[in-house]
């Protein structure tokens, strides 16, 4: 299977073009990393590619084919800020299951602690949060995962911990995913290719 945009342009509101032109793919299995200064565009990116944004022009499709917009959307978008992500009026646990049930060992593996699951939102650091946002989006009809500076905000040795979940489960699944990042030690460690941004 094969993401691909073709094409992409947008602009918020009447703003300059911040994607002009763009073509990207991302293949099963691939980690393909997204990198580029502050503000050139790769959370906007992000969130087209997973269906959050439209674009002006252009048009992202899986094998030529246009992403269900009903349903379970096999492009799952982790984002930059999890706090935006989670419904704060939910308990956890209720955010957690809301498309999947994750199992107690990918919890586990995540360092998402029980007593967690019955937390609000605001209870939780973000790197926390995060954790779950993660646990979520790796369901097994994620085809995609697009990892928007997903461990930005974590200690080095958890940001190892989650990547190493993430990617064991992106081999099991034969996900592709994009990781974007400024960090470019992570990128140049976790990738096979990277695509720059402007
Ligand atoms: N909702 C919005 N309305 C108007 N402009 C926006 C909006 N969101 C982002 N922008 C602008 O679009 C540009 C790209 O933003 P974006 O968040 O995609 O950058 P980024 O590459 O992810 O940056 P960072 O590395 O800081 O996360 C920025 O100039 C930003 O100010
Ligand atoms: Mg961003």
């Known amino acids: ?116 699951l019955k937390r609000w939102p605001n209870e939780l650091s973000g790197g926390e949060l995060q954790r779950f946002c993660v646990a979520k989006a790796l369901s097994p009809k994620t085809r995609f995962l697009i990892a928007d500076e997903i461990t930005t905000m974590l200690d080095a040795i958890t940001q190892a911990q989650i990547w190493n979940v993430v990617l064991n489960k992106a081999r099991e699944n034969n996900i592709g995913v994009l990781v974007v990042s400024h960090d470019q030690h992570l990128i140049n460690r976790l990738c096979d290719r990277v695509f720059i941004g402007k």
Not at 23 to 35: A, Q, T, V, W, Y
Not at 58 to 70: A, E, H, L, R, Y
Not at 73 to 83: K, S
Request: with cysteine.
């Open 1 to 116: 299977m094969q993401l691909e945009a073709r094409n992409l342009s947008f602009r918020y509101g009447k703003g300059p073009l911040i994607i002009n032109n763009l073509n990207l793919e991302l293949k099963s299995g691939e980690i393909l990393g997204l990198s580029g200064p502050s503000g050139c565009g790769k959370t906007t990116l992000a969130k087209i590619l997973s269906g959050y944004e439209l674009p002006q022009g252009g048009s992202v499709k899986i094998d030529g084919k246009s992403i269900p917009s009903k349903g379970f959307n096999p492009v799952q978008l982790i984002f930059q800020h999890p706090e935006k992500a989670v419904n704060p009026r939910w308990q956890m646990k209720k955010t957690l299951n809301e498309g999947w049930s994750p199992d107690n060992e990918l919890l586990d593996s995540l360092g998402i602690e029980k007593a967690w």
